[in-house]
């Protein structure tokens, strides 16, 4: 089935997040919004059949997976990401940022450090301090237009703060970095060497450019695997955010259990029906949809990287590596942080997320979400552009 992502889907006046909250957060009901990480495509169409199936069956009991659910994500991530998922690894949560505040609770106490790397997706902060423990930032090096991470830098705060839980984002929201085996390995080994386990947030893995390739942290070594937890789902990749559902791949038992006493702590069971549905159907049948949905994703990002470079500077974008976000840098219009939120809000109309949100380095910068059709992301562009001028 040849998908038509062009089509621009009326999300107005359903209750969107990203298309009709403006009023409620204090912008202009007429902002254009490329925010929130979801997209304005319609998921694969068999997963929607499947759906539809579900709801006309009209009895939406408790429900649990079999064998086949855990087999539908095994086979993607052997296939697409060439890691080895072994049953009793998985566990199911409703979605990756409950899983960060279960693992923060379970294995941190209250007033300890929690470790991440800033600019980062800022629930990794907000369940830190939200749980009274203390993030503790190991800042990015934005150098020569790329990210790197600060090695030494975070070494030293795992042993001064006697860190004993880091939070990984790969690929990383919002800078677009799809971490390397190298990258991926030193952190690792530090974080052996000082006893942290490590919660890897790979919600965005299946949106990778040519050229890069995700590595899944448990498959990059056993010693490694038994100090991490996967978090992975479904709704990054094929739009189904709003059906709650994660899937986390804990290979050490015992982290494995103090995670799942900590679910159950929290009042938790069984996910949601309509959520356990769609993932099944989307990891079963929605391969075709995705790589077209690669091949649009690319053309949009080609588009804004021309864009950018011909019409838009002094602005510069970071390109990305993996996910569908943006990452650009304004600090060279010489403008406060306020003005420039002005100057995209009411002048270019359009609703971004400010860098600031995302922490000590994400200042002066600002993500644009562009999963949605090519003609939406040129709006903005040529909004963005008038506003300069
Ligand atoms: C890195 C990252 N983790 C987690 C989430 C959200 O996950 P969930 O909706 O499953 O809590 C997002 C959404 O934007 C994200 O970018």
């Not at 880091?166 to 919002?174: A, R, T």
Request: aromatic fraction near 10%.
């Amino acid at each position: 089935m040849l998908y038509n992502f062009d089509e621009i889907i009326e999300r107005r006046g359903t209750n969107s997040l990203k298309f009709d909250f403006a009023k409620e957060r204090g912008l202009p009901e007429s902002v254009l919004p490329l925010w929130v990480a979801d997209m304005d495509f319609r998921a694969p169409q068999p997963v929607l059949d499947r759906l539809v199936a579900q709801a006309q069956h009209g009895i939406f009991g408790y429900t649990d997976t079999k064998q086949d659910y855990y087999a539908a994500i095994a086979n993607w991530f052997q296939k697409r990401h060439n890691f080895t998922l072994q049953p009793q690894w998985l566990k199911k949560t409703t979605g990756v940022v409950y899983a960060i505040a279960m693992a923060i609770r379970a294995l941190t106490q209250p007033g300890e450090g929690v470790l991440i790397q800033s600019p980062v997706y800022y629930p990794f902060t907000g369940c830190a301090l939200d749980n009274d423990r203390k993030p503790i930032v190991n800042q990015l090096i934005y150098k020569n237009g790329r990210y790197e991470i600060d090695f030494e830098d975070f070494e030293k705060k795992l042993v001064d703060h006697k860190i004993r839980l880091f939070l990984l984002c790969n690929p990383h929201n919002p800078v677009g970095r799809v971490w390397s085996k190298d990258e991926l390995r030193t952190l690792g080994q530090l974080c052996l060497k000082h006893n942290c386990v490590i919660f890897a947030d790979e919600i965005h893995c299946d949106f990778i450019f040519p050229g890069h390739q995700h590595h899944v942290l448990a498959a990059i070594s056993p010693e490694l695997a038994d100090i991490s937890i996967i978090a992975t789902a479904p709704s990054k990749t094929f739009n189904l955010a709003g059906l709650q559902n994660a899937n986390l791949f804990i290979k050490n038992p015992l982290l494995k259990s103090l995670i799942s006493q900590e679910i159950r702590r929290s009042g938790f069971s069984q996910l949601n029906v309509m959520g356990l549905v769609a993932s099944q159907a989307a990891y079963e049948t929605g391969e075709d949809w995705l790589e077209q949905l690669l091949v649009y994703l690319k053309g949009n990002l080609d588009l804004a990287k021309s864009f950018f470079q011909e019409r838009l500077a002094p602005l510069e974008i970071i390109e990305p590596e993996g996910t569908y976000l943006l990452w650009f840098d304004c600090r060279a219009l010489g403008l406060t942080p306020k003005a420039v939120n002005r100057l995209i809000i009411d002048k270019a109309g359009l609703w971004l997320d400010d860098g600031a949100i995302f922490g000590p380095g994400g200042e002066g910068f600002q993500r644009l979400n562009f999963a949605c059709p090519r003609s939406i992301l040129l709006k903005a562009l040529e909004r963005l552009e008038k506003a300069l001028r």
